[in-house]
């Protein structure tokens, strides 16, 4: 596995998301609320937007423009109206920084 820096572990408070850009690779950072971090592609495969921008509940992250919503886990849609899944990348948190792999686990 080959970590890259992504961004501050700050920078991404529970229950919200930031996009990054590492490796040349557009990237959605989620903390879900019980301050666990993911790593997902960042565009909706629906709609081509940010899921950054979107709202994260419980381990899913929910399309700010046409609602669907992907697991952050497994990065499969679990609504309409996108049918294909988002890319999901290893990352960890250490010493305040999180970390991404750029080589997708699904």
Avoid: K, Q
């Amino acid at each position: 596995m080959s970590l890259h820096e992504a961004c501050p572990a700050s920078a991404v408070p529970a229950g919200s998301a930031l996009r990054v850009v590492v490796d040349e690779r557009e990237i959605c950072i989620a903390r879900t609320d019980d301050g666990t971090v993911h790593a997902i592609d960042d565009l909706c495969t629906h709609g081509e937007v940010s899921l950054a921008d979107g709202e994260v509940e419980n381990c899913s992250i929910e399309c700010w423009l046409h609602g669907s919503a992907f697991s952050l886990t497994t990065g499969e849609p679990l609504s309409p109206p996108a049918f294909e899944p988002v890319a999901v990348y290893p990352c960890e948190e250490r010493d305040g920084v999180v970390y991404v792999d750029t080589t997708p686990v699904s």
